[in-house]
Each structure stands twice: as C-alpha cells, then as structure tokens.
C-alpha cells in the first residue's frame, strides 16, 4: 500500500493542508512523518494535531530541541524555539491538548524500519542530526558510511532539498528524473532519498515538496499554495523573525 512521504513541515499549515488534500485526492491516506513538523512557521499546534495519523512519525532536530536542548540552534532559529515552545505550553488552550501535543512528541523515534525501508530525519549515522546535500557526493567515504547503515532504500529530510543519492555514488534531482524513481531499475544499489521540505523549501522553489511510495516507485510533488498567508501570519508573530517569512517568498 502506497505512503506519502512528508518531511519538514516546519508549522506551515497553508502548506500541510494542500499535501493532505492532494495526497488523499490520489487516495493515500497512510502518512509516513519524517520530523521537524515544528519550529520556524506560525500553526506548530495544527500541524502537530493534523500529524497523529501518521503511522510512523520520525522525531527531527526540532522536536528534539523542544523536548530537550537545541545546542546547535542559531539565534533565528533558537527565537522561534522559544516561541513554539510557549505555544506547546498555552494556558489558552485545554491543558489536555497541551498534553496531547507532548505526548506526541514523546512517541517520536530516531529511526524506523519497515522490511527493507528505513526512515529517519538527518541520516542513520546521526538521526536528528547529520546533514545530507548534493555535494556530499564526493565525499566518498562519509556517503558509504550512510549506505552501510540501510539496507535497500532510506528515507531522510533535514537538509530541505528534494534529491536521490545511489550507492554507486551518482545523484540527481527529482525534476531530472521526471519526478519519479523505479527502485526495481536500481538492481543492487540502494537508494538515499530526500522528499524535500513541505513547509520550508531550500532548493529555490517555494512550492511545498512531498513524495509517495507503493514499495517500489517513488513519485515526488511539488504544489503551489499559499505562500502570502503564511509569511503575513509570521510577519503578524512578534515572536518569529521576518527572515522566517521573507525565506518561504524564494525557497532559500
Ligand atoms: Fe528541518
């Protein structure tokens, strides 16, 4: 049965709402979260709330940061912690909400299997972590490093770029495979896949970035939605940076 594949929301729920129309518009209704569905956007609560359904919700750098400590966080992303964290905590809300939200979070894991499949946010070396970008192809060592870790096709988020890495270190960008891969085609190798960010695009198109995947062929989208209503909510949030909304206009 066939998954939608959805990583980085970032609370930007204009965005999460047309994936979750278009995805059950194709009738798919079995959601795979690869994490951070908070921090940056201005619906944290909602999106948490729209994601429970997920049958596997991977925990990403985020949520780890609202639950523990976010280290390595700079200044903009450290004040849109705080500001998320407050909301998880509202006393305008019902406190059995607020604990729902938490409990949530607490049933996130670093990694799943599924048969041949693995799920994470970063990457299986350093879960919430590591990094993944194109250019990390030559860096030979560090990529087979990853491809020791799974054991035919990994699903990661975490760098907000949609992109394919095979084990015979070649890379390739969704649009240049006509937005679809055929996994059986790969033969031996295996394959690293991002699904790109649903809410917070890096790649130079704001349009939001999801994947589905029936066992073998994964299939990537990217939507228009409204980019305008959420950077004004963000612009209208003293507790969010501008930047947070300028970045959604461009997808940088
Ligand atoms: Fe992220």
Known sequence: M???????????LEALTVVLDHMESRGISRIVCLGDIIGYGPNPRECLQLLYRSEVAIMGNHEEA?????????????????????????????????YDLWNFLGTMQQVVEDGDTMYTHGSPRVPTREYVVPADIRNREKMQGIFDLFQRVCFIG????????TSDMKHASPESLKDA???????DRKALINTGSVGQPRDGDPRTSYATFDGDIVRFFRLEYDVQKTVDKIYATEGLPNFLADRLLVGR
């Open 181 to 187: 891969i055929d996994l059986r085609k790969l033969g």
């Open 66 to 98: 609202v639950m523990f400590y976010g280290e390595d966080f700079n200044p903009k992303a450290r004040a849109s912690l705080e500001w998320t964290k407050d909301q998880l905590n509202s006393t305008e809300h019902d406190r059995t909400e607020n």
């Open 2 to 12: 066939t998954v939608a594949i959805l990583a980085d929301i970032h609370s930007n």
């Open 158 to 165: 975490h760098s907000h770029v949609p992109h394919i890495y």
